[in-house]
Every structure is written in C-alpha cells, then in structure tokens.
C-alpha cells in the first residue's frame, strides 16, 4: 500500500487519464528563447519521467504585444509548431502529459507596444500600456483562441489560461487597472466578460476533449482587489464556458506581500481553494509554498483540492513523485523556496535552474556519467560545496572520503536553518546527510583534516569553507562584540543590539534578533498578521483595511554598512524587498554611510559620511560582525607548500557572503568531470 495514496492516484480530466494528482505548475525558464529545442524537451521529458502528473509550460505569448519581454516564446510559426513537437513527443514517449500556458502580460509586458484594459502602468513596468479599443480586445481573444489551436496541432494535451497574478485577463477583472465605460468595464459582469469569452473561444479552437486549465486567481492582494463573491462568480462562469480544471492563482505581482518565499508558510494559501471547491463542479488545483509529498497528501485527502501543483519543487528533483512512489521520499531533493535560482535568475534575464540542483534546465549539458576508472577522492569540508562534490562523485562510481572537523555534516546552513523564516534549511540539511548515506562515500567527522590525510587520494577537493572577516574597529576594555556565528548559535545579547554590515548575513542576523522566540514562517495566524493579509470574504483583495499588525520587536535593533547606499540593495532581486519590509515592520533602524570609530563598553561609537562628521554613541548592550568573510585556506595552502595538487571551491575559492547557490554549482560541476 502507497505511503500517498490520494497524491498518487489517478485523475482524469477531459479525454485525459492523468497517473496521478500532482502537476507541475508553469515556470519560465528561458529555455525556450535559447532556440536549442533539444535541451527543452530534455528538461520537461525529464520531469515526465519522474512522474509529473501533467506538466504546464512556461508562459507562451499569444501575440508579439502579450509577451513578457520583446522576444518571448510562442506558437507564431509552423517553424514554432514542429519545435514544441519534439517537447510534446519527449513528454509523451515517458509516459506524461504537458498542456501549453497561454500568457498575455498586458501591462506587465516590458515593452512599449504593452495593451490594458486602461492606460494606467504598472509599478513593477516603466512601460505605459495602450488602451485597447473594441477591435484591438477582439484581436487578444482571436490570437489566445489561435495560440490554443496551435498548441494541440503541436501535440499538447490542452492548454492552461492565464488568468491570474495581475497579468491581463485579471487586469480586466478588477477596477484598480480596468477604469472602462463600455461592456469591457463598470459592473463586474462587463469586467469579467473578457476571461470568460477567451475561455469560450479557447474551448472552442481546441475541441472537446483537451483540458483547459484556468488559472484563476483567488487572493489579489491589491488595492481594490476582487471580492470572494466575484471570484465564486467568476469561477462558475469560467466552468460554464468549458474549463476543464481550475488552478489556483495567488497575489499579483505587484502585490507587496510575498506569496511564494520561502518565508510563506506552507500551502499558507490552500484554505482559499478549499474554500473554492464546493462551488464548482469541476476539479480544482491548490497551490503556493507546497514543497513536499507529505504536505500534498495531507492536503487531497482532506479534500482541500482535487489535484496539488508544485513548481519549483520539480526544478530541486526531476524524479520528485517516482521517489515518493517507491519510498524514497527522504530522497527527494527539497526546494527551499530561496528564489536564488530561479525567479532571481527569471527577472535578471538569465535562464533559471535551482540553487538545490545545478542540473535543473542544464540536463544536457551538465551530466553525472558513470566512470569507468573509479578514483579515490578526498573531499575536506561538509559544507554545501564539499557535499555535493562527495554525492554527485559517489553516485558516478568513486571513492570518496569527506572530512569535516565538525560532528554533523552541513557546514554554515546549520547556521541559516536557525534563522527564523529559512526553517526549511532544516529539510536540506536533512536531504545532503540522507544522499551522503551512500555506498561509496565515508564520513569522517569530528577531526581536524590535515595534509598527512590527503596521502593516498587520486583527487583533493577543498572545501573548508570560510571564516568571518575582522573589520578591524578598535575595541575598548568592557565591550561585547560577537560574531555572527556566535548570534546563531544562541549567544546571550542583550536587548540593544548593533550590527555591523547589512549584508545578507546582517539581515539574517536582524531576523533573528527581532523574532526571537517566535517564527510567522511556523504559525499562519502570525505571518498574515504580519504582512496584513485576510480573507477575501472578509476584505475585498484579501487585505486588512488597517495594513499590517507585526508582533512588537523582540529587541531594539541597529543595522549598519559603510556603504552609502540603501542597505539590503544587494539581496535577492524577488526577495531582498520583503527582508526590507520585514525588518522596517520591526523597527530595525537601517542606516548606510556610517564609518565605525571605535566600540566601548557603552556601545558602537560610530559617525557619517567621508569627513566622519555627526559622531554619536549608539547605546547597545552587544556589537554583532556581519563584516563578510575570509576564504579559510589554512590546509589549502599547507597542499601548495608540499606540492600536492588539489581543487578549491566554495567559500575557500571565493568568500562571498554564504553563496550556497555558487558552492554546489561548482561542486556539482566539478564532480562531473572528475
């Protein structure tokens, strides 16, 4: 008997028999404007194989004007039409199915031939859209209803409308974008008119049969956002014009409340589906922040939702349901929900793939072949870097031995785990010591690794990661000073605490400090409050009328840096603003420019500016060093004194904050050519 029973069994959608509950939700991945058709179809045949239920491709654009970005991918060609063939044919020879995303951005298109409903732009765009007139509307609908019948001419199962997250069928939906007269606007059955006729004409180009997934979206989390009655309206509307299955869409992208970090609670939204389902007589889909088989399972068989989509969970592990299908469930590479990877890369122009799995839209090119001759490899750090070398090695038929002086393996993510919202760190962690519990690789823990150590080995990888970099502020008698290391490994501070640099350790840091004792990312009630999110059928957008309640702060918190700029600017270009809000919401006082004179019993003493002008004491109980970080290259250069030849990765090749991403890159990357 399956330990997932509801996940794993089957559903069927249309003239669609699915093998079980699962899909994997749309990502725009980039592949398909690289033009090398092969390493798409390798990506999506992979997920196929690993026993995604239906897959949902990156948004394809209906038209030139609809597309995310000028370029955009999409079925304008029987050129396009043969080279989605080979995706659909690569699904479908693993036994999968794969509908085609249709989406239009409307004003969130970074162009300057973008359409609306209004000409009001976009926060998020500096582009102001067009306002459509009565034949440009019709064009919209003709070319979504043509993009749908190209897609099962090429060999998609059906297509998923994209209806949510304020891209342009939901920015007709709701006043705060459609400020129209005509029949496109004013009362809600003129405003919703649009999606539920590109639905009609959808349903129409393609047939019977194919599945039309709607994504609809339940929680605006905007200004003048949908009321539940109007998404119930919408929803049964879109059912009686031929929708298949509805998909769960939350929050637009605009929105300034986070929806998919990895400080979300899980399935922190899943109620709204469950909420949804008895008002439709089809199935309907839940999503947002569902990472792992147990939390799918819980959820179907609750009856919350008829089918669970996971996306960036099928970039950590391609054979994410083959796994929890043969009890391997420990096995399956958790997504941390961190963005590095991912939507950092998606918004940065970049092609996506995943901080957990280098090999994520890489699978041509990046490839863990058996070897023929196994070599013995010393791996010296159990950090990100050092574990995955020692894996991807040990699963290629080598000998490895890791060395950390450490008693667990995990290097500093045991110090990320202890940050309040990174609580997924902790599955991570787990996941590399469970993958390092493997034929061919021993451990040895709890030992300082020295050059005498490496006699014997046909490989030396170091990977010793990094030590904390002094920055060298004079320190009176009295003072307490910690590094960061001490702060989360539950050093006493004090109630007033300084942080020198606003890094990305510094924010953790802050984190830490303001939320003692509690953590939003464990305790939904407190996250909603937190970022003042409610319920639609309480709040019209499902948000509070006063704006967000944050508990009061745990400690009065100073965050400094020497740059004169904004501090955080560095971080996560999807999540460093909620690190921003987060810390303003408690208070955190965040200052730029400062010049750090001298710490004394008292305090930080610091001033401002080039000419150290404005000298003034903070009171604090505790000076905490979040001043970056050294490479720790001690046995690394012991090697080179002896002549002994090795690699260097991670931390000890480049400190740059904790940049987990680029360590298990190069890990992984190194590993594959040893």
Same mark, same amino acid.
């Given at each position: 008997m399956t330990s997932y029973p509801h996940l794993l069994a089957p559903i069927t959608l249309g003239a669609v028999t699915l093998r079980n509950?699962?899909?994997?939700?749309?990502?725009?991945?980039?592949?398909?404007?690289?033009?090398?058709?092969g390493r798409v179809a390798a990506f999506y045949a992979a997920r196929a194989k690993g026993g995604a239920g239906l897959i949902v491709t990156g948004g394809m654009a209906p038209n030139r004007e609809g597309g995310v970005f000028p370029g955009a991918a999409g079925l304008f060609s029987e050129k396009d039409i043969a080279n989605h063939r080979r995706v659909t044919d690569a699904v479908h020879a693993e036994g999968g199915h794969i509908a085609m995303q249709i989406l239009?951005?409307?004003?969130?298109?970074?162009?300057k031939d973008c359409v609306g409903p209004s000409a009001a732009k976009s926060p998020i765009s500096p582009f102001s859209p067009r306002e459509l007139d009565e034949e440009g509307i019709e064009k919209q609908i003709a070319d979504i209803a043509t993009a749908a019948a190209r897609a099962i001419e090429a060999g998609y199962d059906g297509v998923e409308v994209m209806g949510s997250e304020g891209y342009f069928l939901n920015q007709f939906l709701v006043t705060h974008t459609n400020r129209r007269t005509d029949r496109w606007g004013g009362t809600y059955a003129?405003?919703?008119?649009?999606?539920?006729?590109?639905?009609?004409?959808?349903?129409?180009?393609?047939?019977? !049969?194919?599945?039309?997934?709607?994504?609809?979206?339940?929680?605006?989390?905007?200004?003048?956002?949908?009321?539940?009655?109007?998404?119930?309206?919408?929803?049964?509307?879109?059912?009686?014009?031929?929708?298949?299955?509805?998909?769960?869409?939350?929050?637009?992208?605009?929105?300034?409340?986070?929806?998919i970090a990895t400080s979300v609670p899980r399935a922190g939204f899943a109620d709204l589906t469950a909420r949804?389902?008895?008002?439709?007589?089809?199935?309907?889909?839940?999503?947002?922040?569902?990472?792992?088989?147990?939390?799918?399972?819980? &959820?179907?068989?609750?009856?919350?939702?008829?089918?669970?989509?996971?996306?960036?969970?099928?970039?950590?592990?391609?054979?994410?349901?083959?796994?929890?299908?043969?009890?391997?469930?420990?096995?399956?590479?958790?997504?941390?929900?961190?963005?590095?990877?991912? &939507?950092?890369?998606?918004?940065?122009?970049?092609?996506?793939?995943?901080?957990?799995?280098?090999?994520?839209?890489?699978?041509?090119?990046?490839?863990?072949?058996?070897?023929?001759?196994?070599?013995?490899?010393?791996?010296? @750090?159990?950090?990100?870097?050092?574990?995955?070398?020692?894996?991807?090695?040990?699963?290629?038929?080598?000998?490895?031995?890791?060395?950390?002086?450490?008693?667990?393996?995990?290097?500093?993510?045991?110090?990320?785990?202890?940050?309040? !919202?990174?609580?997924?760190?902790?599955?991570?962690?787990?996941?590399?010591?469970?993958?390092?519990?493997?034929?061919?690789?021993?451990?040895?823990?709890?030992?300082?690794?020295?050059?005498?150590?490496?006699?014997?080995?046909?490989?030396?990888?170091?990977?010793?990661?990094?030590?904390?970099?002094?920055?060298?502020?004079?320190?009176?008698?009295?003072?307490?000073?910690?590094?960061?290391?001490?702060?989360?490994?539950?050093?006493?501070?004090?109630r007033r605490v300084a942080i020198v640099g606003a890094g990305?350790?510094?924010?953790?840091?802050?984190?830490?400090?303001?939320?003692? @004792?509690?953590?939003?990312?464990?305790?939904?009630d407190l996250w909603r409050a937190e970022w003042g999110v409610t319920s639609p059928w309480r709040d019209r957008g499902g948000l509070a009328p006063a704006g967000p309640a944050p508990h009061p702060p745990a400690r009065e918190v100073h965050l400094l840096q020497r740059k004169a700029e904004k501090p955080g600017?560095?971080? @996560?270009?999807?999540?460093?603003?909620?690190?921003?809000?987060?810390?303003?919401?408690?208070?955190?006082?965040?200052? @730029?420019?400062?010049?750090?004179?001298?710490?004394?019993?008292?305090?930080?003493?610091?001033?401002?500016?080039?000419?150290?002008?404005?000298?003034?004491?903070?009171?604090?109980?505790a000076v905490v060093l979040c001043a970056g970080q050294v490479p720790e290259r001690g046995l690394s250069a012991e090697l080179d004194r002896r002549g002994i030849p090795h690699h260097r990765i991670g931390g000890a090749d480049v400190a740059a904050e904790l940049d987990a991403k680029r360590a298990i890159d190069q890990g992984a990357r190194l590993a594959a050519r040893l």
């Open positions: 509950r699962s899909l994997m939700g749309s990502m725009h991945t980039g592949l398909e404007e690289t033009g090398d058709w239009h951005a409307g004003r969130y298109a970074y162009s003129n405003r919703m008119r649009l999606p539920v006729e590109v639905v009609a004409r959808v349903r129409a180009a393609m047939g019977p !049969g194919a599945v039309l997934v709607y994504r609809i979206s339940l929680i605006d989390l905007v200004p003048e956002g949908s009321t539940w009655d109007e998404v119930v309206a919408l929803a049964k509307a879109i059912e009686a014009a031929g929708a298949t299955v509805l998909n769960t869409g939350i929050g637009w992208h605009e929105a300034r409340v986070p929806t949804l389902r008895p008002e439709v007589g089809i199935p309907v889909i839940t999503s947002n922040r569902i990472n792992a088989p147990e939390v799918a399972e819980r &959820l179907l068989a609750a009856g919350v939702a008829d089918m669970v989509s996971m996306a960036r969970p099928w970039l950590a592990d391609a054979e994410f349901i083959v796994k929890a299908a043969s009890g391997r469930a420990a096995e399956i590479a958790p997504c941390i929900a961190c963005n590095q990877a991912c &939507l950092d890369h998606t918004f940065s122009g970049k092609l996506t793939s995943c901080l957990v799995n280098p090999r994520a839209c890489h699978e041509t090119e990046l490839t863990y072949a058996p070897v023929t001759v196994p070599k013995r490899i010393a791996v010296v @750090g159990a950090g990100p870097a050092g574990m995955m070398t020692a894996i991807v090695a040990g699963q290629r038929g080598h000998k490895v031995t890791l060395f950390d002086r450490a008693e667990r393996v995990g290097g500093q993510l045991n110090l990320a785990k202890q940050v309040p !919202g990174k609580e997924e760190f902790h599955g991570l962690v787990d996941w590399f010591a469970t993958m390092l519990d493997a034929p061919g690789i021993t451990l040895r823990l709890g030992q300082e690794a020295t050059a005498d150590d490496m006699a014997g080995f046909d490989e030396v990888v170091i990977a010793t990661g990094v030590a904390p970099r002094d920055p060298g502020i004079p320190v009176e008698p009295g003072a307490k000073v910690l590094s960061y290391i001490d702060v989360l490994q539950c050093a006493p501070v004090g990305g350790i510094g924010f953790d840091v802050a984190e830490a400090l303001v939320h003692e @004792g509690e953590s939003p990312t464990l305790d939904i600017r560095g971080l @996560g270009k999807t999540t460093g603003w909620i690190h921003r809000a987060n810390l303003a919401m408690k208070r955190v006082r965040m200052q @730029g420019g400062v010049n750090y004179e001298r710490i004394t019993a008292e305090g930080l003493v610091i001033s401002h500016g080039p000419n150290r002008e404005q000298p003034e004491l903070l009171a604090v109980d």
